[in-house]
C-alpha cells in the first residue's frame, strides 16, 4: 500500500462546479498535511495547510480526518483556472523532516 | 525576486557524466529539502538539511547521489555517473525554522534528461 494515495483523475468538471479530492494516508504517526497545487511541467506551489479543525480559503476548503486517515480537499464555483494538478502531502512522523507526496489528482475545468 | 532559485533550469548530458545543480533557498529560511519527480507521479523526497547539517537522506539517494550545503545558504546536488533512469525534475524546497513552521517552498526545478 502506498503512504499517500490519490485518485489520479482526470476530474473534468464544467466551470462553476463544485469538486472535491480525498486522500489516504498509512502512517497513523503522521503529523503535518497539505495541499500544493502543480501546472504541468511547474513546480509545486502550496495551496493550504491541513489542520485537525479544518480550514477554509475562499472557494477551497480543507478537511483533515484522523480516525479514518483521510484529507480532504472541496473547491466551489471551480474557476477555467483552477485546472491543475492537486497534491496531497504528509509529513510522516514527529522528529522527521521527511514529506510524502501523494501522485496527484487531474483537474480540468471546462468552459 | 525573493523565491527559490535553481540552477541550471534545463541540463542535457551524455550517460556516465557527471552533474551538478545548485539551489538557492529563500534567505531566511535554514531548512532545506531535494526532491525528484519524474512524469506522473507526485515528488520523491531525497534529502533534508538544517543549516548546514544533512539530517536525512532517503534510501532513493544512491551513493552516486551527494548533496552539500556547505555555509548554510545555497545547496548543490552532484550526481556521478549519470544514468537514463536519472532523468527527471529536480526539485529543490526551504521552509522557515521553528516549531510548527513545516510549509515548503519550491524553486522552479532542475530538468535532468540523460541521453
Known amino acids: 500500500r502506498k503512504e499517500v494515495e490519490q485518485d489520479p483523475g482526470p476530474f473534468n468538471v464544467p466551470e462553476g462546479a463544485t469538486v472535491a479530492f480525498n486522500c489516504t494516508y498509512s502512517?497513523?504517526?503522521?503529523?503535518?498535511f497539505f495541499w500544493y497545487r502543480q501546472d504541468c511541467r511547474k513546480e509545486p506551489k502550496l495551496l493550504m495547510s491541513?489542520?485537525?479543525s479544518g480550514n477554509e480559503d475562499g472557494r477551497f476548503t480543507a478537511q483533515l480526518n484522523r480516525a479514518s486517515q483521510y484529507i480532504s480537499l472541496l473547491i466551489r464555483d471551480s474557476k477555467l483556472s483552477d485546472s491543475a494538478t492537486y497534491l496531497c502531502?504528509?509529513?510522516?512522523?514527529?522528529?522527521?523532516?521527511?514529506?510524502?507526496f501523494g501522485t496527484g489528482t487531474r483537474l480540468k475545468v471546462l468552459a | 525576486d525573493t523565491g527559490v532559485s535553481q540552477d541550471p533550469r534545463h541540463k542535457i548530458t551524455k550517460r556516465g557524466q557527471n552533474v551538478t545543480f545548485r539551489c538557492d533557498p529563500i534567505?531566511?529560511?535554514?531548512?532545506l529539502y531535494w526532491y525528484r519527480q519524474t512524469l506522473g507521479q507526485g515528488p520523491e523526497f531525497l534529502t533534508y538539511?538544517?543549516?548546514?547539517?544533512?539530517?536525512?537522506k532517503s534510501r532513493l539517494l544512491s551513493d552516486r547521489f551527494s548533496a552539500e550545503r556547505p555555509k548554510g545558504s545555497f545547496s548543490t546536488l552532484e550526481i556521478q555517473r549519470t544514468e537514463q533512469g536519472d532523468s527527471a525534475m529536480y526539485l529543490c524546497?526551504?521552509?522557515?525554522?521553528?516549531?510548527?513552521?513545516?510549509?515548503?517552498?519550491f524553486g522552479p526545478g532542475t530538468r535532468l534528461t540523460v541521453t
Open positions: 524546497a526551504s521552509s522557515l525554522p521553528g516549531q510548527g513552521s513545516y510549509e515548503q517552498y
Open positions: 502512517n497513523s504517526a503522521s503529523q503535518s
Open positions: 491541513v489542520y485537525s
Open positions: 502531502v504528509v509529513r510522516a512522523v514527529s522528529g522527521t523532516y521527511k514529506y510524502i
Open positions: 534567505s531566511e529560511h535554514n531548512r
Open positions: 538539511f538544517q543549516n548546514e547539517a544533512q539530517l536525512e
